[in-house]
Every structure is written in C-alpha cells, then in structure tokens.
C-alpha cells in the first residue's frame, strides 16, 4: 500500500476544496506526501491537457484515480512487491545467522569423541595443548575436532580439563 493510503479521505478532501478544477503533479506531491516523480507517475494516464511541461487532470478524475489505486491493481503489485521483498529479506537474514565455516568439516569430525582427538591435541587439567601441524588448516582442523568432541561430550570436557580444588 502507498505510504498516503491510510490519509486517503483527507487527501481527498484537502484536493476538492482546492480553487482550481484541475490538479497538476506538484499539486498532487504536496497532498499526497511523495516526490513530484511519483505524482507525475500517477497523472501520466489520466492526461487530458498539458500547458508547458504540466499536466493537468480534472480534481474528479485524481480522486477517482487514487481510490482505485488503494484498493485495486496497484494496491495487490504494491503488496505483491513487499512481500518479494519481505522473503527476500527474511532469507538474507537467515543466510547471515548460518555461522561461516572456517574450514571444511568431514563428518569423522561431525562425531569426534574425546577419546579419539587428532595426535597432537592433548587435554589435562588446567591445560589444552595443540602441536604438530605445519598448516593453517591443520590448526583449524584439530581445533574444529576439539569443538565437535566438546559439543559432543560437554561433561567428559569437563571433567578433563577442570583443575582439581579438593585440598588433601
């Protein structure tokens, strides 16, 4: 719907109780609270006169003009488009809520158990240890392996890297 559909009656109004009998497009902006491009467009089919660069429309005829657009065509194209817009937003926002992988998760690793992290990552108490890899991805891939086995087990993580605080 147009921003001015819910103001309609008072548009209507306010362009009857105008002097004049025709109704040009900066006319129609002003009322209807648009860019003169906008009402240039709503006028352009209803042209029956012109003086220099203005049309000019009988006030009957916009009247008639701008009921029709809030409850026909124009109003279900308009509703049409938001709702494009509105799934097209709604996916954009889903895409952006999808973590971004940092590196290509086999599914041996969707599974990783503690009791089986790649060599080189050790836990102890008060103490996570990742060693041996010469790459980027290597690092990224037994981090990964930790979080996984982490999410899998979130207590046997725990209990493996929790420092002890009982006193002898």
């Known amino acids: 719907m147009p921003s001015w559909a819910g103001r309609l009656d008072e548009i209507v ?3 009857t109780s105008l002097p004049c009998t025709e109704i040009d497009s900066a006319q129609l ?4 609270g648009v860019k003169r491009r906008r009402a240039q467009v709503i006028l352009e089919p209803l ?11 009988p006030k009957d005829v916009v009247v008639v003009r701008l009921r ?4 026909g065509e124009w109003a279900k194209a308009e509703q049409e488009r938001r709702a494009r817009l509105h799934t097209l937003l709604e996916s954009a926002r889903a895409e952006a809520r999808q973590p971004r992988v940092l590196v290509e ?14 060599l080189g990552v ?3 108490p008060g103490r996570i240890v990742f060693e041996g890899f010469q790459t980027v991805e290597e690092a990224q891939q037994k981090i990964l392996a930790l979080i996984m086995a982490m ?8 209990e493996r890297v929790t420092v002890s605080t009982s006193l002898p």
């Not at 902006?29 to 209807?32: D, F, G, R, V």
């Not at 003086?51 to 000019?56: D, E, K, R």
């Not at 029709?68 to 409850?71: F, K, R, S, T, Y």
């Open 13 to 15: 109004g306010e362009l």
């Open 29 to 32: 902006a002003e009322k209807l």
């Open 47 to 57: 042209t029956k006169r012109t003086v220099g660069a203005s049309v000019l429309v």
């Open 68 to 71: 029709q657009m809030v409850a």
């Open 105 to 118: 998760a086999p599914v041996a690793i969707m599974r990783q158990e503690l009791e089986n992290l790649p």
């Open 122 to 124: 050790s836990l102890a």
């Open 151 to 158: 999410g899998n087990d979130p207590e046997g993580f725990a």
